[in-house]
């Protein structure tokens, strides 16, 4: 019984394919040729087992669209990691807190590098890959597609009604009459025809091909421009009071990253002063406190001796300087203090830039004084300030401290102090905004409590024992920015967008070819056949044949006993030259 039904499908399967071979041998070069793809080897092709042959087995499937398809989607799957954890070549400080926060699977990601996706040793082999078989499939296929354009449309095969678009009629006019007009018709309608024995062949969409070559062209470009970017690119940020400037010297940063094969005499010379930073703010309705307004104003010098300009930098609205990009990042509050001794001698003065914790601008920081301060005794000592800053403050008893609108409507400034030893000296690296209070003492009040005051503009707060005093002078605001240089960032756009094009036109135009056949048949009337194919089945190849046809029957008008689409009473002999040879190829390559 298993026999039974298992061999019915086999049989189909055998007139199946046999049907295909006898179309591919009707249809000879006509059928052959509508793409560049290579086509699929059976598994009776497979090669010998030997290092040659299975390398020419591994080079074939590599370059084949399968491949191609499963490393672009590895690539697509490897970048999600990199997207949800912390990288290295981003942020190490974030790498380090999610580590200490993740103490079970940090080790693991480690190991799989996932803390260093894009210059891990798997995603650059399917980079490499992915590169590999793209230009292994494209350099062929530009060979022979090349060789279709130098060359004719092939001949009209021997059968037209095997084709999928057909018509045929009789007509009073020559065959050679017939043949003259479809020539000039298709030549019109910019098909590439000619006559090729009793028929005229002609071919369109050739621009498909085209643009399947220039998708996978394109990828390779963008390819090696993402390649080229990460190898060459620079990028650090800097933190600019107002009336303070920076130059693009490595030393100016307050930090950097670059390619591995970044060049520090390659940094374009340039320089810039933040002139004003301007914010303005919703006051009123659900949004309020959104940025309407977010800008600095900048005075900009191109090489040592350029010309002073001015600009505007704004949000996604950079300052661009010999392909060097200057992003507004961020922005915040830089109160101007100034501290005095215990005689009176000013001896710090400047403003202190705080960092944001919230959407309101509330701020935190540190004011360290380094040099210059003497205690009551005349020993030199160092003092330090934890600061706390809002743009707006509630008012007094109202129970928070926290701003409550951007914009500094009532700015107040709490401080409390410290005297001691800051550490500058010891050789770690010390955050700006966090006091180091290991070795500092606490200035206490008249109670014994800890020395804390809020101060308005213009206040000061006195330090016990005649320590001195820091006053609250103003405020200054400040501009964060980022400078980025992303060699051949041009390249990648322009890839994107070939991509695109190409991607287009190998979706949306068809490649066809059509046949006009017109031969006498026995009874002396001439027979005109129609017919048509394409590289995928499509509505619009019979209506293409259609226009065609009624465009054609002005110059070859049908017998009135003969309308189009009608069977010929007697059916014409081709010339036997009009037959190019058989092929085996199908009429659908595979594609790639």
């Known amino acids: 019984m298993s026999n039974t039904k298992s061999n019915p499908p086999a049989a189909e399967r055998e007139a199946r ?12 070069a006509a059928g052959s040729r509508l793409s560049t793809a290579p086509s699929e080897e059976s598994s009776a092709g497979l090669p010998a087992m030997g290092v040659i042959g ?26 999600i990691p990199g ?5 290295n070549s981003v942020d190490e400080m974030k790498v380090e807190t999610f580590k200490k926060a993740h103490t079970t699977v940090s080790p693991i990601y480690e190991k799989l590098q996932f803390f260093d996706v894009y210059s891990s040793v798997w995603f650059s082999a399917i980079y490499i890959l992915l590169f590999v078989s793209l230009i292994g499939c494209i350099v062929p296929r530009t060979g022979q597609f090349v060789g279709q354009l130098r060359s004719r449309p092939p001949g009209a095969p021997k059968r037209l009604t095997r084709l999928p678009a057909y018509t045929t009629w009789r007509t009073g006019a020559e065959p050679e009459q017939v043949r003259e007009a479809a020539l000039a018709m298709m030549r019109k309608r910019r098909y590439r025809a000619h006559t090729a024995g009793d ?14 070559l220039v998708f996978h062209i394109a990828l390779i470009v963008m ?3 993402f390649a080229f970017g990460q190898l060459f690119k620079s990028e650090g940020g800097k933190l600019v009071v107002e009336g303070d400037g920076f130059s693009n010297t490595l030393t100016q940063y307050d930090d950097f990253k670059s390619g591995s094969l970044f060049d520090d005499d390659s940094l374009a010379p340039f320089s810039f002063k933040l002139d004003k930073f301007t914010g303005t703010y919703e006051r009123n309705g659900p949004q309020r406190g959104t940025p309407r307004t977010y800008e600095a104003h900048v005075t900009y010098e191109k090489g040592a001796y350029g010309k002073p300009q001015k600009s505007v930098i704004k949000v996604n609205e950079p300052l661009v300087v010999d392909g060097t990009k200057v992003y507004l990042n961020a922005h915040g509050y830089a109160p101007v203090v100034s501290v005095k001794d215990g005689r009176g001698k000013e ?9 944001p914790i919230d959407n309101n601008v509330t701020s935190t920081g540190a004011i360290k004084v380094f040099d210059g301060y ?4 005349g020993k030199k000592t160092q003092l330090g300030f934890q600061a706390f800053f809002v743009p707006t403050f509630a008012g007094n008893g109202k129970g928070t401290m926290f701003s409550q609108f951007p914009a500094a409507d009532m700015p107040v400034l709490a401080l409390n102090g410290y005297q001691g030893y800051l550490g500058p000296d010891s050789g770690l690296a010390q955050n700006v905004y966090q006091l180091d209070k290991s070795k ?3 200035f206490k009040d008249a109670e014994g409590k800890q020395l804390k005051q809020r101060l308005l503009v213009g206040e000061t707060m006195k330090l016990p024992d005649g320590a001195g005093s820091i006053t609250f002078e103003g405020i200054q605001e400040w501009a964060s920015f980022q400078i980025t240089e992303q060699p051949a960032s041009g390249w990648a756009l322009t890839g994107a967008v070939a991509a695109i094009a190409g991607l287009a036109g190998s979706l949306f135009i068809q490649r066809r070819r059509v046949w006009v056949r017109a031969v006498r048949g026995a009874d002396g009337v001439t027979v005109v056949e129609m017919a048509g194919l394409g590289r995928s089945e499509s509505a619009k190849l019979p209506e293409e044949l259609a226009d065609l046809a009624v465009a054609l029957i002005e110059s070859a008008p049908p017998e009135p006993d003969a309308a189009p689409g009608a069977e010929p009473d007697s059916s014409p002999e081709p010339d036997s030259d009009s037959v190019e040879e058989s092929s085996e190829e199908p009429a659908e390559g595979a594609e790639k």
């Open 17 to 28: 394919d046999e049907r295909d071979r006898e179309n591919a041998r009707e249809l000879g």
């Open 54 to 79: 299975w390398v020419r087995w591994f080079w074939r499937q590599l370059t084949s669209m399968r491949v191609a398809l499963i490393l672009l989607f590895l690539l697509s799957l490897g970048a």
């Open 83 to 87: 997207s949800l954890i912390p990288q």
């Open 199 to 212: 028929a005229v062949a002609a071919e369109k969409g050739y621009l498909r091909e085209a643009g399947n």
């Open 223 to 225: 390819l090696v421009a």
């Open 347 to 355: 001896i710090y003065r400047s403003p202190v830039p705080l960092l």
């Open 374 to 377: 003497r205690d009551k005794n």
């Open 440 to 442: 500092m003492t606490e």
